[in-house]
T-cell receptor, first 116, second 110 residues
Framework: GAVVSQHPSWVICKSGTSVKIECRSL??????MFWYRQFPKKSLMLMAT?????????EQGVEKDKFLINHASLTLSTLTVTSAHPEDSSFYIC????????????FGSGTRLTVV | EDQVTQSPEALRLQEGESSSLNCSYT??????LFWYRQDPGKGPEFLFT???AGEEKEKERLKATLTKKESFLHITAPKPEDSATYLC???????????FGAGTRLAVHP
């Protein structure tokens, strides 16, 4: 089945530094990937849609300069949290859709970001 | 505005006690309704996709149904390992993105 690998699974960084999270589709090509943020005991909030070879589409209220998205190939999208602050601490999840499968949208295992 | 509402917010069951989770939606053109299971600290795991009213799908102890206004996830004779958060999401109109409900946290006790 469709597999999406997300790395790292957790990261701790200091305020003011930047952190990059990778999302890879392992056995299919994904022209579109999605980045979500999830707060404790809350549902997934879509941050942006990542399009291969073009600019990402950000949801209303999401700072595009803080959350940089790059989708340079059909199997890799990255989310960089720039100048991180404690309020950026959260669980970040990516997803992709294998059009040719019955699995719908496949999600990565998530990245727990803690900014200290 | 497209909206997805799940109920109950939390559900506690005894092992073997069957029940149903509800997902009601208001969207402009449903392209698909998805059910996912999410364990703590993990990404959502795909369960079902439903596309049209009247459609039903089953997997082990789970059965998902769809009407024009809501979907139900029926859990038959649940086991403790079924404990998780169950998320409902809809794909609408011309967009590829999913809109998620807040989820139902299910706890099954022996």
């Amino acid at each position: 089945g469709a597999v999406v690998s997300q790395h790292p699974s957790w990261v701790i960084c200091k305020s003011g530094t930047s952190v990059k999270i990778e999302c890879r589709s392992l056995d299919f090509q994904a022209t579109t990937m999605f980045w979500y943020r999830q707060f404790p005991k809350k549902s997934l909030m879509l941050m942006a849609t990542s399009n291969e070879g073009s600019k990402a589409t950000y949801e209303q209220g999401v700072e595009k300069d803080k959350f940089l998205i790059n989708h340079a190939s059909l199997t890799l999208s990255t989310l960089t949290v720039t100048s991180a602050h404690p309020e950026d601490s959260s669980f970040y999840i990516c997803s992709a859709r294998d059009i040719g499968s019955n699995y719908g949208y496949t999600f990565g295992s998530g990245t727990r970001l803690t900014v200290v | 505005e497209d909206q997805v509402t799940q109920s109950p917010e939390a559900l506690r069951l005894q092992e073997g006690e069957s029940s149903s989770l509800n997902c009601s939606y208001t969207v402009s053109g449903l392209r698909g309704l998805f059910w996912y299971r999410q364990d703590p600290g993990k990404g959502p795991e795909f369960l079902f996709t439903l596309y049209s009213a009247g459609e039903e799908k089953e997997k082990e102890r789970l059965k998902a149904t769809l009407t024009k206004k809501e979907s139900f996830l029926h859990i038959t004779a649940p086991k403790p390992e079924d404990s998780a958060t169950y998320l409902c999401a809809v794909q609408t109109g011309g967009y590829n993105k999913l809109i998620f409900g807040a989820g139902t946290r299910l706890a099954v006790h022996p």
